[in-house]
């Protein structure tokens, strides 16, 4: 294990092979276990962050001579590149506190506890809860190179998400 990652029921690994491992746990004690390929066993992930509901993983992977920086979300197999971002030696990461409309904390359970996972609202449309799962909302990333970024991502896209570049704090500094 070369990193790790915990909340809402949610504790995911890195491996010194590549691996993302995700163990879930539901309201009865019952484990999920679920094994991703991040990358190959030559790069290495240097650190993992998980959303407060356990949703959405972000990945720092230091490669022979660049970073990466990959997304995953809980219902995904597969990373997603964020190439927007290559290059950030990622250090730090603050998660939107969802949803942002003011609902009760009742509605900000973690996946798969059961609450509205899985329910279907009118003609089998997903719950507003079940939506929310599929956004990170904003995301600030902030850099070993003194930089703060911000991205989004949905887990439903296949087209990374919008990046943009907040602050350049090595700039300020003399």
């Known amino acids: 294990v070369v990193?790790?990652?915990?909340?809402?029921?949610?504790?995911v690994l890195a491996t010194s092979k590549g691996y993302l491992l995700r163990y879930q746990w539901?309201?009865?004690?019952?484990?999920?276990?679920?094994?991703?390929e991040l990358t190959r066993p030559?790069?290495?992930v240097r650190s993992l962050y998980i959303d407060p509901?356990?949703?959405?993983v972000l990945a720092c992977v230091k490669t022979a001579n660049n970073y990466?920086?990959?997304y995953v979300h809980s219902s995904g197999s597969k990373p997603r590149q964020l190439s927007k971002l290559?290059?950030?030696?990622?250090?730090?990461?603050?998660?939107?506190?969802?949803?942002?409309?003011?609902?009760?904390?009742?509605?900000?359970?973690?996946?798969?506890?059961?609450?509205?996972r899985g329910r279907s609202g009118a003609k089998g449309e997903p719950e507003e809860d079940d939506e929310?799962?599929?956004?990170t909302g904003d995301i600030m990333l902030g850099s070993e190179s003194?930089?703060?970024?911000?991205?989004?991502?949905?887990?439903?896209?296949?087209?990374?998400?919008a990046s943009s570049l907040l602050l350049d704090f090595k700039d300020k500094r003399k």
């Open 26 to 36: 539901d309201d009865y004690g019952n484990e999920k276990v679920t094994e991703v």
């Open 42 to 44: 030559e790069n290495r």
């Open 53 to 56: 509901r356990g949703a959405h």
């Open 3 to 11: 990193a790790a990652a915990s909340a809402a029921e949610t504790v």
């Open 68 to 70: 990466e920086l990959l």
């Open 132 to 135: 929310l799962l599929l956004s």
């Open 146 to 161: 003194g930089s703060l970024h911000a991205t989004n991502q949905e887990a439903r896209s296949k087209r990374e998400g």
């Open 86 to 116: 290559k290059g950030l030696p990622v250090t730090a990461v603050g998660w939107q506190k969802q949803p942002s409309s003011g609902e009760d904390a009742e509605q900000q359970q973690r996946p798969g506890s059961g609450s509205s």
